[in-house]
């Protein structure tokens, strides 16, 4: 297998953005009509993220280590929707259809092979976890909401208990899943470290033409249903570093940091840690009373919540990396990084700035997890 090859067939054919998944998703529905109820109504969320999943694979294909954990990640998670072990055939076909069509003259008997290995690694690894994951765990998780709360008009925090025991570490997310959504999943992290109870507490923030959160956030009540697919993401602590900690949060990209704050409180011994908390306005700092509640026993916990927008504001007031930036050095800590891409970003690029190392910088980003090949 030519991975040079590869890289630069997948160039060429991704030019053809959105093309390539309306192709893809049109042969394997033609082909094989059974699969069209794995995925939802809408499908316009979905042809992202198949580009998505498609880039990370292919970029990875030289780095063992990454390409193989992506890859089982993504075939325990795709145990949700209902995939079988028959189901990565006809996808492989339809895939294999696709590149050739896109790929044109240049879609030559070598190249067409080197795919065909590609993919066959992809389909193995991802089916060899999803058989393993299977022995073990269910394909998803019911959970009941308990409590359900608009902490402001487009932010809700509710609780959850699931009726299996969910393990998972302070920083994951889970898929979630709802009746008002069938088919329709999208990532939440936990925003507390694991209970002796089981519960669970989230944090949504309704997107303008959401497919989900407005449904969390507006039509969640106690006592509603909601599937949990299985945990994922290293947004978690580093094993092993005796660094002080700095969490970063913007919107409801606080709650896997509070989880992991949650964790470090349990510590007998804990670093310093300094959570910074970022909103627009006054109003989006939504959880800040329970976040001095965890800080009051804890003088290892320093909060500073800060405004963009609010000039009234009597804390802290700028831009989330600018706060940071003047509050203190940072090269010293392991940092984590949570909310918006474009803020989680931007945040990353000041702290390189100012002498935090790579590998001491911590984001993580669930855009592939839709139902893709």
């Excluded at 995925?39 to 780095?63: C, G, H, K, W, Y």
């Excluded at 005796?242 to 970063?248: H, Q, S, W």
Aim: aromatic share 8%; hydrophobic share 45%.
């Amino acid at each position: 297998m030519d991975t040079a090859r590869l890289k630069e067939s997948f160039k060429r054919v991704a030019m053809h953005g959105d093309e390539v998944a309306l192709f893809f998703y049109s042969d394997l529905f033609l082909r094989h009509p059974e699969t069209r109820d794995l995925f939802p109504v809408s499908m316009a969320a979905q042809r992202d993220r198949l580009l998505q999943a498609l880039a990370t694979i292919v970029a990875d294909v030289e780095n063992t280590g990454r390409f193989t954990a992506f890859l089982q990640a993504l075939g325990r998670d795709h145990r949700k929707f209902g995939t079988l072990a028959g189901h990565y055939e006809p996808v492989g076909a339809s895939l294999l259809a696709t590149l050739a069509h896109f790929s044109g003259p240049d879609w030559t008997p070598e190249l067409a092979a080197d795919w065909q290995t590609a993919y066959s690694l992809v389909a193995k690894i991802m089916s060899d976890a999803a058989a393993e994951d299977e022995r073990v765990n269910p394909a998803f998780w019911e959970a009941t909401v308990l409590s359900h709360e608009m902490r402001t008009f487009d932010t809700a925090v509710f609780r959850v208990v699931t009726l299996d025991p969910l393990s998972y570490q302070p920083g994951q997310s889970v898929a979630i899943e709802c009746d008002l959504r069938p088919r329709i999943w999208r990532f939440y992290s936990m925003a507390n470290a694991p209970r002796e109870d089981g519960t669970m507490e989230f944090h949504v923030r309704m997107i303008d033409g959401g497919a989900l959160s407005p449904a969390l956030a507006r039509g969640l009540a106690p006592g509603s249903r909601l599937r949990l697919g299985p945990p994922v993401g290293a947004l978690t602590l580093a094993p092993g570093s005796a660094r002080n900690v700095l969490l970063v949060a913007a919107s409801t990209g606080l709650a896997p940091l509070k989880a992991i704050a949650g964790q470090i409180a349990e510590f007998t011994d804990p670093p310093q840690v300094h959570l910074f908390v970022g909103a627009d306005h006054a109003e989006g700092l939504y959880d800040l009373p329970d976040l001095e509640k965890l800080s009051a026993d804890a003088p290892w916990l320093t909060i500073t919540p800060c405004v963009s927008a609010d000039p009234d504001y009597p804390g802290e007031r700028g831009m989330l990396p600018d706060v940071v930036a003047r509050s203190g050095s940072w090269a010293d800590h392991d940092a984590y990084l949570a909310g918006p891409t474009p803020v989680v970003e931007a945040m990353a690029d000041r702290l390189a700035s100012l002498g935090v190392a790579p590998g001491q910088i911590h984001v993580e980003d669930f855009g592939w997890s839709e139902p893709c090949p």
